[in-house]
């Protein structure tokens, strides 16, 4: 059994981290928590966390865990994380990596110097509904893929503008769109070689980008695009995904729905009747008219992605191989989302081979 400690006692690690090492009973110890926040600490103490601290470096040394959860703000993933590492822990960081480039790519040399794993919580691959879409690219009902189309809507409020995230101005495309891009990695087994974004602002009392529309390529001239919307009051669509394939389409959705609709489909002039009811994410293989779900989620997808994440973390570590999701692997993701910024700044396309190439692979 592994032992974690968690830098970190927000939101994300109430509803997402504790639960998920909590269904992983026998695999993982929460062991300590710590926080600058008194009330997050008294919190944690209430709720199942064994030891907690102020500081995270007494709270490693107290606690001696195998790994560290970094679920502080974006800013201090690199000092939690070298805290961490120079411990001899390994670490389990949240999204995004680091704010800048260079941050990440300190974390990559100082885990390969040490022989240890860092790994990104981009759950979103391990949701079933989006796993279940993957497995069917390259199948005979689907085929090859061949273009892919993400949305999200979203309406900002008060909470989701509480604490670090509200202070942030690379805001939508850094917080939300690293998984965006991280998902079309995923489908598409590979990284696109040029980008290009715009993110106008036609609100003026919005100061961050909360519009981000963003188009890429791929080598073998496939596609991919995404619209990121938090300005629309209409109602909100949390993540969609379209897949286009040599036969088929997939459709993948998160955020629940219930949702009955009968009519005729205008060209074939056939009656329909469709009844949706979704907790959390649904994956439908759509052949013209014909549907067929694939997978569903629950109204909590986070955690149980985690869980499974984390899960396939523990597996590498036990077999000694590079986990999902490392940190180097994860750059890419990363760096995609600098690309977009660097593209709407300057209202041109940007080659990726050529922007912010990784550091030396120590391990090699």
Known sequence: MKRIAIIGLGAVTRNIHLPAYASLVGRVAVVGGCDPDAQ???WASGHGVPAVFADPGEMIDRTRPDIVAVCSPPDFHRAHAELALGAGCHVFCEKPLASTLADADAIIVAAEKCGL???????????????AARDEIGS???????????????????HTEAGWRGAMQRRVGMEFGIHVLDLVR??????PTRILAH????????????????????????????VLDRLSKGPERYLDFRLDGEHAAIHTSIGGQVRAAVGVHTRQRRPFVDLRLVGGGRAVLEQGNRSRVLAADPQNPFAPATARHFGAFLD???AGTRPP???RDNRESLRLVFAAYQSAADARSVEIE?????PPDLTR
Do not use: E
């Open 40 to 42: 997050a600490r008294t």
């Open 354 to 358: 050529s922007f912010a190439p990784p």
């Open 186 to 191: 995923f489908f598409f087994g590979a990284t």
């Open 117 to 131: 794993q860092v790994v990104v919580n981009n759950q979103f691959p391990a949701m079933r509904i989006h796993t």
């Open 316 to 318: 590498a570590l036990d």
């Open 140 to 158: 005979a009902a689907f085929g090859r893929l061949l273009y892919l189309h993400a949305w999200h809507t979203m309406r900002p409020t008060a």
């Open 325 to 327: 999701a490392s940190a």
């Open 199 to 226: 993110m106008p602002r036609p609100d003026a009392s919005v100061s961050w980008d909360a519009i981000n529309l963003v188009a890429m390529d791929f080598a073998d001239g496939r596609a991919a695009s995404a």
